[in-house]
Each structure stands twice: as structure tokens, then as C-alpha cells.
């Protein structure tokens, strides 16, 4: 998912995607594995991604070294870049970093702080607690799983109410808070969520009817996609 509140329209070019400069503070940074290829081996039913090689959810972030900037992506130039400037140059900010290796986890943390000083829209946060919940599924730690879902599942939420998605991006929206829901055992909610999905689209009918079998065994444990047949 493409974090909406970037401007694609600001990209560098792609010659310069492995070292760019920091659009904080003008450095020279490393733009790790943004742009490197991997073999997506499955992809589960909250969309999570799995690959053959190195788990990418670990380089999913990055952070600047000089002026400790966190963010997906170097190359992209963010709409409100003054203002993350200011964010990342005050002492409550840096003073995150008391370790310069942080953790996956640490690093997420300090990333949600930024985001919460840019009041960063719905989406951004949804997809953020989305990955969170990953980190702690990785960690067999599954109730802060169930709650870093949660907070995903009212930021999908409220995306409804503050952008105005169309067609396809509320359904998808839907499908989110219906699968997040079911993994979190409100099979209530996550049957009603459903229903709202644009079933003439035949994606999410397929995707209706793979939830709608898991929700109905009350299946909170299901997360493989299944496969698309041609
Ligand atoms: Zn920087």
C-alpha cells in the first residue's frame, strides 16, 4: 500500500534509487531495498507479503544517520517536508535515538511518533499498526498482535469518514477491517464489514467468499490467500 500522504508526482528518477539524497537534511543516504527485487513466495489474507529471501517487513524502514528522518522511502519527497524537518530537528525527537542500532520494533515506534507530529492521515497510521502487527505475529506475541490490529482497524475506519476513497478503495478498505476483524475473533463485526463490499467487482466477490466460509467457522487463524485461478 502506497502511503497517500507522499506526492508520487515528486519521485527522483529511478538512476538514482540506490544512494539519494535525504530530503531532510540533503545527505547522502542509502536507499536500501526499496527498489530490489525478491521472490514473493505467498501472500496472506491481510495482504502481508512473503518473500523466498530475507523477510522484508526488517528493511521495510529506513532511518537517515545523519539527521535520523525514518521513512519507507528516500526518493519520495513528502508534501509536508518543512514541516518534518522541524519534527526531526527537536530534542524530543532525537533524543529517541539514545541508540543508534534501534530493533525493527524500535524503529516502527520512533516512525509512529513522527507520524503523530505530522498528523499523518488514517491510512498511513492503518498501514503502519498493520505492519506492527506483523512484528509482534513474528514475535509470538499475540495479544499486542490483536492490539496493533485493532488500532489498524479504527484507522481504516476513520479513512472512511476523512478521504474520500472511491468504489474499489472503500471495499478494499472493508475487506480490511473484515479480515482484521476475524483474526481478532469479532466475527460479528467482521461478517457485517463484509456485506458492504462491492460485489460486482469480481475481486472482491472472490475475496467475500473466502471470508465469508472462514468467518462462518469462526476461524480466527486462517491467513493464506488462496491461490487465483485463470
Ligand atoms: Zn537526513
Not at 81 to 108: C, G
Request: glycine content about 2%; some cysteine.
Amino acid at each position: 500500500m502506497t502511503p497517500f500522504f507522499y506526492n508520487p508526482e515528486m519521485r527522483q528518477t529511478e538512476d538514482d534509487a540506490v544512494m539519494v539524497m535525504c530530503p531532510v537534511c540533503g545527505n547522502p543516504v542509502n536507499n536500501h531495498a526499496v527498489e530490489e527485487l525478491y521472490t514473493v513466495d505467498v501472500v496472506e489474507s491481510d495482504f502481508r507479503v512473503r518473500t523466498l529471501d530475507d523477510d522484508i517487513l526488517d528493511s521495510w524502514l529506513v532511518f537517515c544517520h545523519h539527521c535520523l528522518y525514518i521513512t519507507h522511502d528516500f526518493s519520495l519527497i513528502p508534501d509536508n517536508i518543512a514541516q518534518l524537518r522541524e519534527i526531526v530537528d527537536t530534542e524530543a525527537y532525537r533524543e529517541r535515538f539514545s541508540d543508534t542500532n534501534p530493533t525493527t520494533m524500535e524503529l516502527f515506534g520512533h516512525y509512529l511518533y513522527l507520524l503523530e507530529k505530522a498528523e499523518a492521515p488514517p491510512m498511513v497510521f492503518a498501514d503502519t499498526y498493520l505492519r506492527m502487527s506483523w512484528l509482534c505475529e513474528d514475535e509470538e506475541q499475540s495479544s499486542k498482535a490483536d492490539a496493533f490490529r485493532e488500532k489498524a482497524v479504527s484507522n481504516f475506519a476513520k479513512s472512511l469518514l476523512v478521504s474520500d476513497p472511491d468504489r474499489k478503495e472503500r471495499s478494499l478498505i472493508y475487506y480490511y477491517i473484515a479480515e482484521l476483524s476475524r483474526r481478532n475473533g469479532e466475527f460479528e463485526r467482521a461478517k457485517k464489514t463484509l456485506l458492504k463490499m462491492d460485489m460486482k467487482q469480481s475481486m472482491f466477490r472472490r475475496l467475500y467468499d473466502m471470508q465469508n466460509e472462514l468467518i462462518r467457522a469462526r476461524n480466527r487463524n486462517a491467513a493464506l490467500m488462496p491461490r487465483e485461478e485463470s
